[in-house]
């Protein structure tokens, strides 16, 4: 059987990393290769990794043909379209794969509104991911989060990306490594984690302090108005208060120098 290996459909998909492959090789070796591998054509479209290891070690596999594809970006879609499906790949590379798909889907809607120039381009469908939240549901995670995706995907030194891809730092974090001068992010990513935190924080820091302070919201002459009226009834209800308590204690007085009397008269009659 000849299978070809086609490097752009190979590097469609984000390699494993080194546990991840010795995970792959010790379970090939222990139970086979259970699922057979995908062809189109001759060309191997699912299972690079499977079909690496089982050559390498004389492990038998099966293969099956998918004849539906009509060109290599079919073929890219769809092998995407598996990874993202799976509960194993982490937001980072879910990112990556939505935003591939994007380009992948933008390029074939430019190719058919070219081709039906001639024609009415106007009533061609609006291609699928044209929006950011689009791709970000796609990609299961926030728009917030893919914009910082983005971000790395455009500066991060591959050192920082592989970080970020192994769960070393997050994404956040490595969003703001990646303003760094690449130099600076390699030397973050070969101190370890928590040089990479400790690089992330003094960024966070740097923007907080840079950023002008908040002026104070200026007060409504509404609220004001609406303020002074309602300190002017508390004011009214206090005095009428402290008026009824002076006419209660003058009271109180008579009553005590009533008594008074009336006991001075009884002790006389003693």
Not at 166 to 178: D, F, L
Not at 237 to 257: F, H, M, T
Request: aromatic share 2%.
């Amino acid at each position: 059987m000849n299978i070809t290996i086609n490097d752009a459909l190979r590097s469609c998909i984000d390699p494993l990393t080194a546990d991840e492959y010795a995970a792959l090789e010790r379970s090939l070796l222990a139970e086979g290769c259970r699922d057979a591998l995908v062809l189109w054509g001759e060309t191997l479209i699912d299972g690079h990794n499977r079909y690496a290891i089982c050559r390498r070690h004389d492990i038998p596999f099966k293969t099956v043909h998918n004849t539906s594809f009509g060109s290599i970006d079919d073929v890219m879609l769809w092998m995407i379209d598996n990874h993202l499906a799976r509960r194993s790949v982490s937001d980072f590379q879910r990112g990556v794969l939505a935003l591939r798909k994007k380009d992948i889907v933008a390029a074939k809607s430019n190719g058919r509104l070219e081709a039906g120039a001639g024609d009415d381009a106007a009533d061609l469908p609006r291609p699928a991911l044209a929006t950011r939240e689009e791709v970000a549901r796609a990609a299961r995670v926030s728009s917030n989060t893919l914009g910082l995706i983005e971000k790395i995907q455009k500066a991060a030194a591959p050192e920082l990306v592989e970080a970020v891809r192994s769960g070393t730092i997050s994404i956040n974090a490595a969003a703001n490594v990646a303003t760094l001068p690449q130099a600076e992010q390699v030397v973050a990513v070969a101190g370890g984690k928590k040089q990479l935190q400790q690089a992330a924080k003094e960024i966070r820091e740097q923007r907080a302090a840079s950023r002008p302070p908040r002026e104070p919201k200026e007060a409504d002459p509404a609220d004001e108005g609406d303020a002074s009226a309602g300190a002017g009834g508390q004011v009214a209800q206090l005095r009428a208060e402290i008026a009824a308590l002076k006419a209660r204690n003058a009271s109180l007085q008579a009553e005590n120098e009533a008594l008074g009397q009336r006991i001075a008269v009884l002790i006389d009659a003693s």
